[in-house]
């Protein structure tokens, strides 16, 4: 069992930057790969990005790719994603997941637990 606690979400200007946390603690970090997700009011959970359990792949949507990074911290079980040129349709609750010895998945589906949540607001 995993248990996954997001934080660092606000609001923040277009163009602004954020860094999202998650905090995880239970079984082994090392063995999980993380994702991150989200969903916007009306709209369906999507794909944002992802990292291997073992660290060394990182995978992102394309509408983020070159302005997300994700990053794990395998010492402090903690999974980050820095955000930068943050546009208004990145508006979104954020979620972090985790999938025990994945391969960075895009899919919601290959992901077994999930925080609660952290609402990320970009003003124009």
């Known amino acids: 069992q995993v248990q996954l606690v997001e934080s660092g979400g606000g609001l923040v200007q277009a163009g602004g930057s954020l860094r999202l946390a998650c905090a995880t603690s239970?079984?082994?970090?090392?063995?999980?790969?993380m994702g991150w997700f989200r969903q916007a009011p009306g709209k369906e959970r999507e794909f944002v990005s992802a990292?291997?359990?073992?660290?060394?792949?990182?995978l992102y949507a394309d509408s983020v790719k070159g302005r997300f990074t994700i990053s794990k911290d395998n010492a402090k079980k903690m999974v980050y994603l820095q955000m930068n040129s943050l546009k208004p349709e990145d508006t979104a609750v954020y979620y972090c997941?985790?999938?025990?010895?994945?391969?960075?998945?895009?899919?919601?589906?290959?992901?077994?637990?999930w925080g609660q949540g952290t609402q990320v607001t970009v003003s124009s």
């Open positions: 997941a985790a999938d025990y010895r994945g391969a960075g998945s895009s899919r919601l589906q290959q992901y077994a637990y």
């Open positions: 990292i291997t359990w073992t660290g060394l792949g990182k």
């Open positions: 239970g079984r082994t970090f090392s063995d999980y790969a």
